[in-house]
């Protein structure tokens, strides 16, 4: 890796409520919208539009469900989330490291 190439960085987790998502996504072993909402202090709309891009990007997997009538949705970090993640750490690592 060139020193300090900040292309190496991955775009999808380098967004401050992305990585948070996928930090307390990897954490447990499945949370809820409203369970994410709180631990990252964010709105709706907000978390709504990066849960959707780490889906896209296959970081997050979620399931829809019914409970009482009501919707509910959780979402749980994939294979492929875990091992962003952890790339984008060690990226991070070898940066501070040089």
């Known amino acids: 890796m060139n020193d300090f190439d900040y292309q190496q960085i991955d775009d999808t987790l380098h967004s401050r409520i992305r990585l948070a998502v996928v930090a307390a996504l990897v954490s447990v072993e499945q949370a809820d919208f409203n369970f994410l909402k709180e631990m990252v202090k964010t709105t709706d709309g907000n978390l709504s539009t990066h849960i959707r891009k780490l889906e ?22 994939t294979d492929k989330g875990r091992r962003s993640l ?10 501070l490291k040089k």
């Open 56 to 77: 896209e990007a296959g970081y997050v997997s979620s399931k829809k469900k019914f409970v009482q009538k009501k919707p509910k949705t959780t979402y749980k970090i």
């Open 86 to 95: 952890e790339e984008y750490v060690s990226t991070l690592e070898k940066f």
